[in-house]
Every structure is written in C-alpha cells, then in structure tokens.
C-alpha cells in the first residue's frame, strides 16, 4: 500500500542478468493441459537447448516465451517486465523469435527479407525507405551469418539451410536480447545442418550478451556452445539446469521414455541406442579366441 492507503501494483524485483523467468506456468487450451508447472530461468549469455519428444509442448512453451501466448497460472517475466503487465508489442522487438514457418511467399531478396526484421513484416510496406542505418546493420547481419554472397539471392532459390540463416539474419536486425530457435536444423541435410550450427556458435560468441533458447528433439543438433538445457515431456520439466549436468544418460532416457547413451565428442552430444544390445550385439558377432 502507498502512504493514502491504496493498494498499488509493481512490477517484480529481478536482477538485471535474469532475462527471462518463468515461475510455475501452466498453460490450458480446449481443456487440455499443455504446460504443467514448468519453472525455469535464463541470465544474459546463456544457451538454453529445449528438447523432448513430440508433443512434449516444447513449441508452446516457446510461442509463451515469445509472447504470443499468456499462461494460464503461474508467472513469466521477460527483461524485468511481466507478461499480463506489459504491452506485448514493446517486447517483441527485443525477444526474436525464428521459425521455418516463415510465410514469405514472394521472391523477396535476401538483403530484403532482412529489411523486414526493422519493420517487423512479412512484406517490405509500401513507400516504406531503409534508412542508411538499416542498410548498414543489413550489411552486418549478412557477413555475421556469412551470407554476403547471397544478398542478391532471392528466397524460392535458397537451401533450407541459407533460409534458415536467412532468418536468424532478419531476427537480429532489432537487435535482440533474446533469440528463440524453433526447431533451426529440421529439415538440413548433414552439410546443412553444420554450417547452421558453426554459425550460430559464431553469433554467440560475437554477441556475448545474447540469450538463446534452441528447440530440437536430437542431441546432435545442438551447437558445441550450449551452455543450459530443459528436458520437457507431457509438458512438464525432467530436469533444468547447466548442460553437462542435464544432457545425461538417465535423465535424456527418462525424459524420451526410451533407453539412451548419451556421450559428447569435440563438444558435441550424441545419442545411441541402449548400450547393453550394441555390446551383446558386437560379442555375439566377435570370433572365438583360443584360450
């Protein structure tokens, strides 16, 4: 209460490292609970990987986090801001969220679907002029995500993969504090998929402030700079926390509900079969020695 006796509303105390915070969510559509309790919290500079199996509500939690969802109970905060409490549309330039789902449609250029990100369009408006500023960062997201070639190239005739750059191109030219990645590697060939995953290990590493969230359902599909990671099945948290301590046999077997190894090499995860059938399989297979 103030010092008239009223009762007024504050926005939550959180320390200015703390960029996002979710506390509790749960999250109910048509009756069903698709978010049960999930709690976590991630500092500038961290790289959350999101994994479970399908339908875990691994999007969902990410459309939440991105704004475009509220939870149902429980509490999100976002850059000190909680969300119920604040406009939206004064966020979202500064919480990027990328998707393969993108829209595009027309044969936009790449240099021009990066132009959107100033707009926060599909399409570049009409009558609508990048300023010299805008042209510049262009220019920056292009060579940070190793696209200059390609800046005259235009959407249909790019890889899955350069759309994929594309993308998280066009998300950075708000400059955000947050980069949400929906699933970035799905649909990559091999080729494609490391040359996705040496960039963003670029990025983040030329932005060392930045927090990013990466959504995928395979261990080898997360960059060597995963530094967090949340295991999500029937939309509530297995376990949270620091990477080498969450991406672990049990804890990956019991979130998949299926028997795992999990290793890590050059500071990659893998994730093989049970090891006990891999092992009887190669003895069962091995030549008798003489004693």
């Given at each position: 209460m103030n010092d008239e006796g009223e009762c007024t509303v504050t926005e939550p105390i959180i320390s200015p490292e703390v960029v996002l915070r979710?506390?509790?969510?749960?999250?109910?559509?048509?009756?069903?609970?698709?978010?049960?309790?999930?709690?976590?919290?991630?500092?500038?500079?961290?790289?959350?990987?999101?994994?479970?199996?399908?339908?875990?509500?691994?999007?969902?939690?990410?459309?939440?986090?991105?704004?475009?969802?509220?939870?149902?109970?429980?509490?999100?905060?976002?850059?000190?801001?909680?969300?119920?409490?604040?406009?939206?549309?004064?966020?979202?330039?500064?919480?990027?969220?990328?998707?393969?789902?993108?829209?595009?449609?027309?044969?936009?250029?790449?240099?021009?679907?990066?132009?959107?990100?100033?707009?926060?369009?599909?399409?570049?408006?009409?009558?609508?002029?990048?300023?010299?500023?805008?042209?510049?960062?262009?220019?920056?997201?292009?060579?940070?995500?190793?696209?200059?070639?390609?800046?005259?190239?235009?959407?249909p005739t790019l890889s899955q993969g350069e759309r994929g750059r594309t993308l998280i191109a066009r998300a950075l030219m708000s400059g955000p504090r947050i980069l949400l990645l929906d699933e970035p590697s799905a649909g990559l060939d091999i080729a494609g998929r490391e040359q996705l995953l040496a960039s963003i290990d670029d990025l983040r590493a030329r932005q060392p402030a930045l927090a990013t969230i990466l959504v995928t359902h395979h261990l080898e599909e997360l960059p060597a700079s995963t530094t967090h990671a949340l295991l999500l099945r029937d939309g509530r948290a297995v376990a949270a926390g620091p990477a080498d301590e969450v991406l672990v046999t049990d804890l990956v077997s019991a979130c998949f509900d299926y028997p795992v190894r999990v290793g890590r090499r050059g500071g990659r995860w893998t994730a093989t079969g049970p090891a006990d059938r891999a092992e009887q399989a190669g003895a069962a297979a091995a030549p008798h020695r003489a004693g």
């Open positions: 979710a506390d509790r969510v749960d999250l109910v559509r048509d009756r069903r609970l698709l978010l049960d309790q999930v709690s976590f919290e991630v500092r500038a500079g961290q790289h959350w990987a999101l994994l479970g199996p399908n339908g875990a509500g691994k999007s969902t939690l990410l459309r939440l986090l991105a704004t475009y969802a509220h939870p149902t109970r429980g509490t999100v905060d976002i850059l000190g801001h909680r969300l119920g409490r604040v406009d939206v549309f004064t966020l979202r330039p500064l919480v990027a969220h990328v998707t393969a789902h993108h829209p595009l449609t027309s044969a936009r250029t790449v240099r021009e679907v990066l132009l959107t990100g100033v707009t926060g369009t599909i399409e570049i408006p009409q009558r609508w002029q990048p300023s010299e500023v805008d042209l510049g960062r262009a220019e920056a997201m292009l060579a940070l995500m190793g696209l200059t070639r390609l800046a005259g190239a235009r959407w």
